[in-house]
Every structure is written in C-alpha cells, then in structure tokens.
C-alpha cells in the first residue's frame, strides 16, 4: 500500500512538472560548458549580496563559473526538478526542508573530505539540525535564534525593569496589564503564533526525542510541555480577558506591518528571531528596543544542499567551500543583519562586531553555541506537527481544554501520523 503511494505521488509530480520541466530544458540548452546552476530563493536586500559573492566568484579564475537563479516555491520546483531528473548542482533550502528531502532520497551526503573547510569549524548545534540518520545532508548557510525582545519604551512608561527570568516576565506582564486597563501588554500567550511550541524549551521539555538509532521518540505530553502550558494558563490565560487576548491572533493581524502587536507598542515583551529587530526599526523607529537571551532556545537555519542527479558533485562542494570562507561569509552575514554559521577567531569576531547593524547580534551568536539551544525534531511530518501544536494551544488559548487533555490528544494524533509516515 505504500509502495502503491508512493508510486502515485511521483506520477502526480511528473505530470505536473511537466511545463517546468520544458521551461527548464528550453534554458538549459544555452547553459555554458563548465558551469554549475545554483538555486536560491532569497529576495530583496537579502538576495543582492548573495548575486555580489557569485559575480565576485565568477570573475576569479576557479575553472568553471556559477549561474544563480532565483525561485519562488522552492519546495515544489527543486522536487519537480529532481523527479524529472534535471536538477540544478547546488540548492538553497529552508532547513525545515532538509529532512524531508533526505528521506525522500533527493540530496547527496556532504563528503567532509572534499570540503576546504573543516567541520569543526561549523557551529555544532546547526550541523545537527541538518542530520538525518546521522548523514549531514545538508550544510549550514546563514542561522537564527529565538530570543526576547523587549521594548524599553512602555518599561520605562511603567518605571519597569528588563525582565531576568519567568518570574519577572510574569510580574511586569500583570503590572502592564492593570495600569493600562488590558490596553498594554507584557506577555502575551497568542503573540507570536509559535509562543505555545516555544515556551516549553524554557521549562526543559521537548517535542520528540531523538533516540540513537536516529528515529524520534514523539513526547508532545511529556510532563515538561505540560509544565510549561499550565504556567502561562495560570499567569497570562487566566487573566486575561477572552476578547483582549483572541484580539491578538496573527493571521487577523498582518505580521510584517504597523498593525503587528509588538510594533503598534500593545506587546512589550516577544520570543522572536535575528530579523526581528530590523522589523521594529522598519515600521516603529521610535520604540527603544534591547534583545537578551532567555534559558533555552529554538534554533533555525537556512541550508545549502546538493540534489540527487546533481550533474557536478565535486564543483558544487567546491563553491560551498568558497561561499563559507571567512571573509565571504562574514559578508554575506552583516549584509542581510545575521551572523556566519562558522565559528570565528577572537580577533575575527571582534572585527565583525565592529559597526553591525543589529547591537545585539552577539546574543544571538552565544545562543548558537548554548548547551540549551534545541530545534524542532526533523520529521517528514514536521509542518504537520507545527500545525497541530498550534491547534491544540489554541484550544487552551480559549479554555476549551486544559493543557493536559490537549496535549494528550496532541500526541496520540501526532503517534498515528507518525505510524502512516512509516
């Protein structure tokens, strides 16, 4: 029965690759001999920089020259390409994608081996984000962290001090809350959309446990996850006006816009990522913000990968190598407001500190290395996962039902996904 989807899924993919694949093979035809194809899906501020490292890298004397191209949807086309068996050399993907990919059989193992840069170098935290059965599918590109942003301006309005630990975010959430008549917040359990699947990292709980044969033991009821949602129905939930608190729900709200919570100055406090502070700057200029790290962390990254049928294994590791050099990807990483997924020298590092955009890139650079730095399990259900967890928050979000309940019918459904994913 699973061979039988199987099968069908590849020949719904073929059919309706088909117009790419022609589009595709039309271009290909004025492809230059020695070059390699590089996709990526970066757009705006974040893709000029991208197009500078290649043009630079075109213009040296490597031996052969990379064509980049720009796609949108790039899930969809990089499978198409793949199914059809015209995929390009070298592939950005989001890492979520990773795991999926891996299991479908569509990426090559990274040979270390062939690599000018060493693997130690690397932040180990994001390597094994980019593991699947303990083969890197996957090299990291640029990285994120979640971390609290905090905005100075409605603190100083109350006479507040930044928070240190849960019990102050509680503290300064409720006396937000009371002197502005549930106008203002603190914390806010519904903003953003991930705070349910975040908040239990900082309770030490986990979503799946990787076991040591790389399969993941799921663990959405674990006692730590349970921990973690009673606290913010005890202390935020509970307190909170029904019609103030599903107010501020994203998907009513358009979250990169004035409208967003934190922006318009209604949320004080936020678990948000490296981008985050460029945002507030962009939309609300006028709000001093400060970020600092919580106890835990989720960490994110966007991956560089070569596809199955890749027709240039040895080139494309090659300009991997050349794209994670220092000084390219330091510049890259200031560039689009982020940090390299190398570990720099000291004297490196204080050099790339020096005159960045984002005066709190540093928290974030610690964060990569804590030892309480966790990301969301790899599964070839991960998105469905997400949506559940969000599904199910939203049910103690409204007090439908408790944590407990919610996250015990969240982990059977997730159980029998998993099952069907065998």
Same mark, same amino acid.
């Given at each position: ?74 899930? #969809? ?41 060493? #693997? ?70 519904? @903003? ?36 973690? @949602?009673? @606290? ?191």
């Amino acid at each position: 029965m699973m061979r039988r989807n199987v099968l069908y899924t590849c020949l719904i993919i073929t059919v309706l690759s088909l117009p790419f694949v022609l589009d595709y093979l039309s271009k290909k035809e004025s492809k230059k001999a020695g070059e390699i194809e590089f996709w990526q899906y970066w757009s705006g501020p974040e893709k000029k920089p991208l197009e500078n490292l290649v043009n630079q890298f075109n213009s040296e004397d490597h031996g052969f020259t990379v064509k980049l191209r720009s796609i949108s949807m790039p899930r #969809k086309k990089i499978l198409m390409a793949i199914t059809a068996g015209i995929p390009p050399d070298l592939v950005h993907l989001d890492g979520d994608m990773v795991n999926d990919f891996a299991l479908r059989n569509a990426l090559q193992p990274i040979d270390f081996s062939k690599l000018s840069v060493s #693997k130690s170098k690397f932040y180990e935290n994001y390597l094994d984000i980019l593991r699947v059965k303990e083969q890197q599918m996957a090299l990291p590109f640029m990285p994120t962290a979640e971390a609290l942003h905090i905005n100075k301006t409605i603190l100083d309005k109350y006479d507040l001090n930044e928070p240190e630990n849960l019990t102050d975010l509680v503290k300064i959430s409720e006396q937000i809350m009371t002197k502005s008549n549930y106008e203002e917040f603190g914390l806010l359990p519904t @903003w953003p959309i991930w705070t349910g699947r975040i908040i239990v990292y900082l309770f030490g709980g986990k979503w799946a446990k990787k076991l040591e044969n790389g399969d993941y033991e799921i663990t959405a009821n674990a006692p730590e996850n349970i921990e973690a @949602w009673k @606290w913010l129905v005890e202390n935020f939930i509970k307190k909170i006006p029904q019609n103030k608190m599903q107010g501020f729900i994203e998907g009513k709200i358009s979250y990169q816009s004035p409208d967003n919570p934190f922006y318009s100055g209604k949320v004080a406090l936020e678990t948000n990522g490296i981008w985050e502070y460029g945002f507030v700057k962009k939309f609300s200029p006028q709000f001093d913000i400060s970020v600092k790290a919580l106890d835990a962390t989720e960490l994110t990254v966007d991956a560089l990968a070569i596809p199955r049928g890749a027709r240039d294994y040895d080139k494309s590791l090659y300009f991997m190598s050349w794209l994670l050099k220092e000084e390219n990807i330091s510049y890259l990483a200031k560039e689009q407001n982020k940090f390299p997924t190398i570990k720099l020298s000291p004297e490196k590092r204080k050099e790339f500190l020096k005159n960045h955009k984002h005066p709190y890139i540093e928290v974030f650079m610690d964060l990569a290395e804590s030892k309480t730095a966790y990301h969301f399990p790899h599964l070839s259900f991960s998105k469905e996962y997400k949506r559940e967890i969000t599904k199910a928050f939203n049910r103690v979000l409204r007090l439908e039902s408790s944590p407990e309940k919610a996250l015990f019918d969240l982990q059977v459904k997730i159980l029998e996904t998993q099952k069907r994913s065998i």
